[in-house]
């Protein structure tokens, strides 16, 4: 019996460790982009793609390949705001927040997995990661909003919920700030 399960162990111990490692999340290097024009700067992950939807708010957008299939993309918007009196940083936040929670929970599969604010290089934030699906595909979408300078600024990473990489996210995040 000892050794019936000391050749159980012995063959499946390696198997395990091959399934664990096959999920864990890929490496993935980065490069730092700059925006000129909008004065920040964030790392992102080397060897993407431009996306080819950019507007005046999406002020950059990158995919990982030219499909977008897996969805596989990083985006930062710019949102102008203005304010009757003293700017209120975190009301606009909150504002565009539940917007943004509000517009999605319509998507069939809807669910938020985190909404907390947080401190980051680039100031007071607010941060949510939600699932949904879209176009027969469960994605997941983690955000986060900061307010600089009249404007309200999202950094979105969205994935399809089996490949998500916390690391690029967290990595997006904790780089960006601003020049200026």
Excluded at 98 to 116: E, K, M, V, Y
Excluded at 133 to 150: M, P
Aim: glycine residues 4%; charged residues 20%.
């Amino acid at each position: 019996m000892k050794k019936t399960l000391c050749i159980v162990f012995t063959v499946l111990f390696p198997i395990f460790g091959l399934i664990q490692s096959a999920n864990a999340e890929k490496e993935v290097e980065y490069n730092v982009y700059s925006d000129p024009v909008n004065k920040f700067y964030l790392k992102a992950p080397a060897g993407w793609l431009p996306g080819d939807n950019k507007t005046d708010i999406v002020v950059y957008i990158i995919v990982e390949t030219p499909q977008n299939d897996p969805v596989n993309s990083l985006n930062v918007q710019k949102i102008p705001v203005s304010f009757p009196g003293e700017p209120q940083p975190k009301e606009a936040i909150d504002m565009l927040s539940q917007q943004i929670l509000n517009d999605l929970s319509s998507a069939p599969g809807f669910a938020i997995g985190r909404d907390d604010y947080l401190t980051t290089p680039a100031g007071n934030a607010r941060m949510f990661d939600v699932k949904y699906s879209y176009n027969g595909k469960t994605l997941r979408q983690a955000q986060i909003i900061f307010y600089h300078k009249d404007a309200l600024y999202m950094i979105a990473y969205t994935a399809d919920f089996d490949t998500f990489n916390t690391d690029i996210f967290n990595t997006a995040i904790n780089s960006f700030n601003f020049t200026e």
